[in-house]
């Protein structure tokens, strides 16, 4: 039997100019968040399959890749259940693994606790251009800070990163969990209704606002309810003004201090960002994960279209490994996306040393050798990268290949 070349499906090689700008970008990542003061740290991919399934990952859930028991522990004649062969699975997110480190290492952590965590996550999906079964991810969290200077170092942090690798003209959407359950409260819908409210609403990017509301109706919603609700999203404008209406026009099912606090944020941001982007409050963000309490937010890129990143507060999940609550809030960039997207655009690492290659002929001898290896070595130390290369009877070719490679200086050593 042939052994197989391709990688399993959803995964994939990736080739050398791809890990540069790759490498690139995690050191952008490092050196920024650094700044802010956040502490890189590292989590297993492996977790627990009860805290993989413990109702925190919403339709990730689905998605997980499952670990059979091992040894001993495997009993599959007498297995009856999925429970009685399998106890872990491979994270799907780096939100949950971040959680139970909280947890276990909260007396050894600084308070607020602001951490990077960079690495791959597993998700059984249905792979597609851009989105594969194992991909990088990167977060930032900031856990026991219940103040909106958590978010707005958050939304700071990743969009000066953004701004540094060369992105322009984006958006970061603004919403609060709150204000979403509020205006569906003040529409009217029943409150065991709102999932199923939030799902449709989800989708107004891609049907409208007429479509929302076909489907509000086709799924039996009073159509009292869905027009008041659907009048709400025509009057609110994505910006401070549109929190401060929303903030009037809910009076009695919004605490007031929720929509002062997205204000603060929005303006904080506006006043002292850096990159080239803007705020807008969006009433219809909704971002799918159910453990979200509070402000969340998405990174739209307007001259690419599609999402980029995104993010938000998650005060109760922490508090489901021990008992009580802990102020948590996280933003993840969406960093596959980015690497394709730059890519795509002929992206060249800036300030990349000197490169030198030297070809040597076949017939050199010992001594002609070892007087270029010590020149390279000395070239080497002074910072720039040299390629020792035999060379091939194609040598055209092959100067062609290292000068796309980013080969400025080619030296030939011949053995006469």
Request: charged share 30%; net charge negative; aromatic share 10%.
């Given at each position: 039997?042939?052994?197989?070349?391709?990688?399993?499906?959803?995964?994939?090689?990736?080739?050398?100019?791809?890990?540069?700008?790759r490498?690139?970008v995690?050191?952008?990542?490092?050196e920024?968040?650094?700044?802010?003061?956040?502490?890189?740290?590292?989590?297993?991919?492996?977790?627990?399959?009860?805290?993989?399934?413990?109702?925190?990952?919403?339709?990730?859930?689905?998605?997980?890749?499952?670990?059979m028991?091992?040894?001993?522990?495997?009993?599959?004649?007498?297995?009856?259940?999925?429970?009685d062969?399998?106890?872990?699975?491979?994270?799907?997110?780096?939100?949950?693994?971040?959680?139970?480190y909280?947890?276990?290492?909260?007396?050894?952590?600084?308070s607020?606790?602001?951490?990077?965590?960079?690495?791959?996550?597993?998700?059984?999906?249905?792979?597609?251009?851009?989105?594969?079964?194992?991909?990088?991810?990167?977060?930032?969290?900031?856990?026991?800070?219940?103040?909106?200077?958590?978010?707005?170092?958050?939304?700071?942090?990743?969009?000066?990163?953004?701004?540094k690798?060369?992105?322009?003209?984006?958006?970061?959407?603004?919403?609060?969990?709150?204000?979403?359950?509020?205006?569906?409260?003040?529409?009217?819908?029943?409150?065991?209704?709102?999932?199923?409210?939030?799902?449709?609403?989800?989708?107004?990017?891609?049907?409208?606002?007429?479509?929302?509301?076909?489907?509000?109706?086709?799924?039996?919603?009073?159509?009292?309810?869905?027009?008041?609700?659907?009048?709400?999203?025509?009057?609110?404008?994505?910006?401070?003004?549109?929190?401060?209406?929303?903030?009037e026009?809910?009076?009695?099912?919004?605490?007031?201090?929720?929509?002062?606090?997205?204000m603060?944020?929005?303006?904080?941001?506006?006043?002292?960002?850096?990159?080239?982007?803007?705020?807008?409050?969006?009433?219809?963000?909704?971002?799918?994960?159910?453990?979200?309490?509070?402000?969340?937010?998405?990174?739209?890129?307007?001259?690419?279209?599609?999402?980029?990143?995104?993010?938000g507060?998650?005060?109760?999940?922490?508090?489901?490994?021990?008992?009580?609550?802990?102020?948590?809030?996280?933003?993840?960039?969406?960093?596959?996306?980015?690497?394709?997207?730059?890519?795509?655009?002929?992206?060249?690492?800036?300030?990349?040393?000197?490169?030198?290659?030297?070809?040597?002929?076949?017939?050199?001898?010992?001594?002609?050798?070892?007087?270029?290896?010590?020149?390279?070595?000395?070239?080497?130390?002074?910072?720039?990268?040299?390629?020792?290369?035999?060379?091939?009877?194609?040598?055209?070719?092959?100067?062609?290949?290292?000068?796309?490679?980013?080969?400025?200086?080619?030296?030939?050593?011949?053995?006469?």
């Open positions: 039997m042939n052994l197989k070349k391709k990688p399993v499906t959803g995964m994939k090689d990736i080739l050398p100019r791809e890990m540069e700008i490498n690139y995690m050191q952008q990542i490092r920024t968040y650094a700044n802010f003061g956040f502490t890189q740290i590292e989590t297993p991919c492996v977790e627990h399959i009860e805290n993989l399934n413990s109702k925190q990952g919403g339709e990730n859930e689905k998605l997980i890749f499952k670990i028991k091992r040894g001993e522990k495997l009993r599959l004649a007498e297995a009856k259940t999925e429970a062969l399998t106890d872990s699975g491979l994270r799907y997110d780096l939100t949950l693994p971040l959680s139970r909280y947890a276990n290492n909260a007396n050894e952590l600084p607020p606790f602001k951490a990077l965590q960079m690495g791959s996550v597993w998700r059984a999906d249905r792979p597609q251009r851009g989105r594969f079964r194992q991909f990088m991810q990167c977060d930032i969290d900031i856990l026991g800070e219940a103040s909106n200077i958590a978010e707005i170092e958050l939304v700071l942090a990743t969009t000066t990163v953004l701004g690798v060369g992105f322009k003209n984006f958006t970061i959407r603004i919403n609060d969990r709150r204000i979403l359950k509020a205006m569906a409260a003040y529409s009217g819908f029943p409150e065991e209704s709102y999932d199923e409210v939030f799902i449709i609403l989800d989708k107004m990017d891609k049907i409208g606002l007429d479509g929302v509301a076909a489907e509000l109706t086709e799924a039996g919603f009073a159509q009292e309810s869905v027009d008041k609700y659907l009048e709400l999203f025509r009057l609110i404008t994505p910006d401070v003004a549109g929190v401060q209406l929303a903030k026009k809910l009076e009695g099912f919004l605490d007031p201090q929720y929509a002062d606090d997205l603060t944020i929005i303006n904080s941001v506006e006043a002292t960002k850096r990159a080239e982007f803007k705020m807008a409050f969006d009433p219809t963000l909704v971002r799918g994960m159910s453990y979200y309490t509070g402000p969340i937010f998405e990174i739209s890129m307007d001259e690419f279209g599609g999402s980029v990143g995104g993010g507060r998650y005060d109760e999940m922490v508090g489901k490994f021990i008992g009580q609550s802990v102020p948590a809030v996280g933003f993840s960039i969406g960093f596959e996306r980015i690497v394709m997207l730059l890519l795509e655009h002929d992206f060249q690492v800036p300030g990349t040393a000197a490169k030198k290659a030297y070809l040597i002929e076949k017939k050199c001898s010992g001594d002609k050798i070892r007087e270029v290896v010590e020149k390279a070595m000395a070239e080497r130390q002074e910072g720039k990268t040299v390629n020792l290369l035999v060379m091939k009877k194609n040598k055209k070719f092959q100067k062609e290949q290292l000068e796309a490679e980013g080969y400025s200086e080619i030296e030939e050593i011949f053995a006469r």
